[in-house]
């Protein structure tokens, strides 16, 4: 427990009603804060309690994503249901709250080339497992086949930025004019890339599979266990997409970690197909996710619809954007031919 506060104490400072507990069988003897969920110690053993904003669909699919991958064998929390039954509780704020299992592990460090591959061939047993979901109803949580929309109407978007760029007059403003236009040069790069790859042919075949992604593979969602597994957490942005969409977040992840070193991302292909069989054209899919300029999209996106992030904030990422450019246009330029030799031959070159 937080030192000196008590249980109902410790969720009021976490933003949890105190009397949400009310609802479960168990009895909480202790609570402590971690990152975004408060851990329970309970009469049922630890558990964790954890806050959902998004709306109701978007939480049932999570939730079904989490226990269709359980039921497969392959390792993330159980929900914990209410004493009626339930397997979360929702308030008169529309705010959702429901209770799992703490998993025992510690957070993957992508720094550690060992906890990077152990991550990677995870992630490829993860969706190995994930196939055959019956998604409950969600729209925005099935997206088979739309990068190319998506792309498209993400060039546009940063076309309308750049002229109220050009208008404004703060510091962001002109960061932001200097380096969309290169962003734009990019994205509609990427869907070169993306137009000339089979895309089609491989979401029809991994949508007749039924899989889904985790869209969140950032290092404290992996946890490492004793006998060097991996376990999944955090499903709340979960989606029905083809595989290489996860694949491509945490090469690129590693990329940008690391000055654009195209050797660690070759290192996580290779670690993924260690146990996945890989698609032909599979690299091109790869190719066009990393190559969008998904760093300065966001900056956009926050300052000038969302404008719920710190200024100071998006002027650095757009300056790192920047800084980068010369590392990340030699990396783009050697990738597709050193993912495809990774898939030929299983080795980097």
């Known amino acids: 427990m937080a030192e000196g506060l008590t249980v109902p ?3 009021d400072l976490c933003g949890y009603p105190d009397d949400l507990l009310d609802a479960y069988a168990f ?3 202790g609570a402590t804060p971690v990152r975004k969920i408060v851990q329970l110690q309970t009469t049922a053993g630890k558990l964790a309690i954890k806050k959902f904003k998004f709306s109701r669909p978007e939480l049932d699919f999570s939730l079904a994503a989490m226990q269709h991958v359980q039921a497969q064998g392959f390792p993330v929390p159980a929900i914990i249901p209410t004493a009626d039954g339930a397997l979360y509780v929702e308030r008169e704020d529309g705010i959702k709250y429901f209770v799992m299992e703490w998993l025992e592990g510690r957070e993957s460090s992508y720094a550690d080339v060992l906890d990077l591959a152990l991550t990677a061939r995870g992630l490829a047993q993860f969706h190995e497992k994930t196939r055959a979901f019956a998604p409950p109803a969600c729209p925005g949580k099935v997206q088979w086949g739309t990068w190319t929309g998506h792309f498209l109407e993400r060039i546009d978007e940063l076309r309308d930025w750049a002229v109220l760029a050009e208008q404004g007059g703060s510091a962001f403003d002109r960061l932001f004019a200097d380096e969309v236009a290169s962003g734009i040069q990019e994205a509609s790069r990427a869907v070169e890339v993306l137009l000339a ?13 039924g899989g889904f992604c985790h869209h969140d593979m950032a290092h404290h969602n992996v946890l490492i266990t004793r006998e060097k597994g991996i376990m999944l957490i955090d499903f709340d942005y979960s989606l029905c997409d083809i595989r290489a969409h996860d694949l491509a977040s945490l090469m690129l992840r590693n990329l940008k970690s690391t000055k654009w070193d195209l050797r660690t991302a070759l290192f996580v292909c290779k670690s993924y197909f260690e146990v996945a069989t890989p698609h032909p054209g599979e690299e091109q899919l790869l190719h066009a996710m990393i190559r969008f300029p998904q760093d300065l999209y966001e900056a956009g996106l926050f300052h000038y619809v969302e404008k719920n992030r710190p200024v100071d904030v998006l002027e650095s990422r757009v300056r790192k954007w920047r800084e980068q450019r010369s590392w990340r246009e030699q990396a783009l330029r050697d990738l597709e031919d050193g993912v495809r030799y990774v898939l030929v031959n299983g080795k980097i070159r």
């Open 27 to 29: 009895q909480v003897t």
């Open 9 to 11: 104490q410790v969720l």
């Open 197 to 209: 790859s089979p895309y089609e042919e491989i979401t029809r075949q991994e949508e007749a599979w």
